[in-house]
């Protein structure tokens, strides 16, 4: 058995874990972009007309444990510790199919 890597392996081992770091890192700035802060809904981003919407659908409510509640509590308090391994591995998943279908298309020359 040889433990020998070749490059399309490293290349692999390292978007992998790019994507999972960056997703835990980035996930927190992007809900914020969108409005989901600390301090509440910012008013006049997408958060809330997110919310609106919800209202609307729900007959004048937006439902606890929803969509949007779900995204605000993130927003507000961050992740816990199974959130940043799932936020990770989902980000990590994105890195290996990236890397997967660049060495794909490098490898068969399109």
């Known amino acids: ?6 490059m399309e392996d490293i290349c692999k081992i390292i978007v992998t874990a ?21 301090t509440g809904i910012a008013a006049g ?7 609106a919407y919800f209202a609307v659908a729900n007959g004048g409510g937006v439902a606890a444990g929803g969509l949007v509640a779900f995204l ?3 927003g507000a308090g961050g992740f816990s510790g199974a959130g940043s391994v ?14 997967t ?5 490098v490898i068969s020359g399109e």
Not at 45 to 51: N, Q, W
Not at 86 to 99: F, M, R
């Open 72 to 74: 605000q509590s993130l």
């Open 45 to 51: 981003s997408l958060a809330a007309k997110l919310m």
């Open 86 to 99: 799932l936020t990770a591995g989902a980000g990590g998943a994105v890195g290996w199919l990236i890397s």
């Open 1 to 6: 058995m040889s433990l020998s890597m070749d």
């Open 18 to 38: 790019a994507g999972g770091a960056g997703a835990v890192v980035l996930t927190p700035t992007l809900l914020a972009s969108l409005g989901f802060t600390s």
């Open 101 to 105: 279908i660049c060495n794909v298309t």
